[in-house]
């Protein structure tokens, strides 16, 4: 009950701050400029670097990651502006990968086991989410302009699941009791971590838009997350996952 009385408290005063803005500003909100955006997320959750227990990328299924948004942008000088706005987006990946003594959690045969695995492991992520950016904008000339700045994203909907195949884990440590598992449904075993995700992100969005057109356009960004997919107290996946995404689209000039 604290906790909503608090969500609706800080909603309350958004909108009185809101609402005052638009009073106060005067003619400050006059020059701001709209269009609409429509694009593909392509890329994935990764560590910054290649860990020695993931031997190998043996595969990589970009999923249906889809973009649509509203970008409003200020300009400050001839040159310089800022773009902000608000985007709904979908960010997943598939993967297959071969891992050697690697931590895992799995569930096999109804019995939660937990240990090194080593064999084939398979990831699947889906993070459907409101994205809010914050950029500083350099314009070339009408058509040419680059971006940067940080986002915050509301992650929504979280998935992260997977199986453990085709390979062994040892319960607890590298020297525990063995536990083969196999390709089959009965045989395999399988996690679910949806739940240890973040339902905040943040992080840095570069980008390029060129108009080829008075109102079309076409953009590339790209995102980094600064913080992992998973929360802080996770500690199944010993690598911190960050959400590396590229995004390619179309844009309209509403205004």
């Known amino acids: 009950r604290r906790k909503t009385t608090m969500k609706k408290t800080i909603l309350s005063l958004a909108l009185l701050a809101a609402s005052a803005l638009s009073v106060h500003a005067g003619g400050i909100l006059d020059d701001l400029k709209y269009d609409l955006r429509a694009g593909y997320n392509i890329g994935g959750t ?9 031997r190998s990328l043996d595969a990589y299924r970009p999923t249906l990651s889809v973009m649509l ?15 902000t706005g608000l985007r709904l987006e979908n960010k997943g990946m598939d993967i297959d990968a071969t891992v050697k003594n690697y931590h895992m959690k799995i569930v096999r045969g109804g019995q939660e086991l937990e240990g090194m695995f080593t064999g084939k492991n398979q990831s699947e992520a889906v993070q459907w989410m409101l994205t809010m950016p914050l950029q500083a904008t350099y314009r070339f000339n009408d058509k040419w302009q680059i971006k ?4 915050l994203s509301y992650v929504r909907t979280r998935t992260f699941k997977g199986a453990a195949y085709d390979g062994y884990l040892r319960v607890g440590d590298p020297t525990g ?3 083969e598992l196999g390709t089959t449904d009965g045989s395999r075993g399988t996690y679910d971590f949806s739940d ?5 992100q943040w992080g840095m969005m570069v980008g390029a838009d060129w108009h080829f057109h008075h109102s079309w356009g076409i953009f590339v960004d790209l995102s980094w997350g600064f913080t992992g997919i998973f929360k802080g107290n996770f500690d199944t996946i010993e690598q911190t ?9 179309v844009s309209y000039r509403m205004k």
């Open 46 to 54: 990764m560590p910054m670097g290649m860990p020695a227990s993931i």
């Open 69 to 83: 948004g509203l970008g409003v942008y200020k300009p400050l000088t001839d040159k310089w502006g800022l773009t």
């Open 241 to 249: 996952m960050y959400p590396v995404y590229g995004t390619v689209g």
């Open 196 to 200: 240890s995700m973040r339902k905040l």
């Open 148 to 151: 940067a700045g940080p986002y």
């Open 177 to 179: 009791e063995k536990v």
